[in-house]
Structures are given as C-alpha cells and as structure tokens.
C-alpha cells in the first residue's frame, strides 16, 4: 500500500512520528554549535529525524518569527524511501529510478496568495535585520 500523499513538511514531521521515526527535542538548546553537534551525531548513527523545540534566543513570545527547527528528514535510506511513496526497503538504484522518472519533465511553477507558504512573510527593514544579526553573530564566531 502507498503511504498518503504528504502535502507539506507538517504531513512529513506527522508521519515520521508516527512511525517512530522523529524525536522531539523539547529541552532548550544553543543554536550556536549545539545544534550542529547533536545533528551531526545523530545522523552519523544515522538516527531519527529531529524536531527542536526549544531554541535559545528563539521563542515565539521573544518576537522570533520561527521557533522550531527540523532536521535529518531525509537522513535515511528508508526516510528518502518513505518519502517518495516507496517502500522502506527500497534499494538505491528503485530509488534513483524513482526520482529520474518523476523529475523527467519540467514542472510549470504555481503562483499561490495564501495558503501555509505565506504564513512567514518577512520584508523590509525585518529582513536587513535579520542578515545583520545573522553576520554580526558569525563575526563573532571568528
């Protein structure tokens, strides 16, 4: 049977978990090094997914427009599979033909107003703002 059509990353995280293939982080982590370090070893043991929730400096009441990160979705055969509606055994070559038949031909773009694309719009002076810290956080580092 093939899994359910995943419309967006929430059906993705939804599955995921629901297959015991996604850990929530709800302890509160650094996004400076700390979450690199904890991605980087769960994916070379080739772990779960990976939802943080709780991100220093990055909470939804401290006017941060996201506060959640997920990553190491696709840090698996079987998650790549799953993904593509094949089954979780799937080897690499069902794998690579599955995405050479589907991305065969162009796909014509689709101009959406509204929907959860739009949910996080960020223009203007937001924007500038947010490179500068993202830079100035990097001079930091060295």
Do not use: H
Not at 59 to 76: I, P, R, Y
């Amino acid at each position: 049977m093939r899994e359910p059509r995943l419309n967006d990353v929430r059906d993705w995280i939804r599955q995921l978990e629901s297959i015991g293939q996604l850990k929530r982080i709800t302890a509160q982590v650094d996004w400076d090094e700390e979450v690199g370090a904890i991605v980087r070893k769960v994916s070379a043991e080739e772990g779960p997914a990976l939802l943080f929730e709780n991100i220093k400096g990055y909470q939804k009441e401290n006017g941060a427009v996201c506060d959640k990160l997920f990553t190491n979705g696709l840090g698996s055969r079987s998650r790549v599979a799953l993904s593509l509606r094949l089954p979780p055994s799937s080897d690499d070559r069902t794998i690579t033909y599955t995405l050479k038949e589907r991305y065969k031909g162009r796909v014509e773009p689709i101009r959406v107003y509204s929907g959860p694309v739009k949910e996080n719009i960020l223009e203007g002076a937001l924007v500038q703002k947010r490179w500068a810290d993202y830079g100035l956080e990097q001079l930091k580092r060295g």
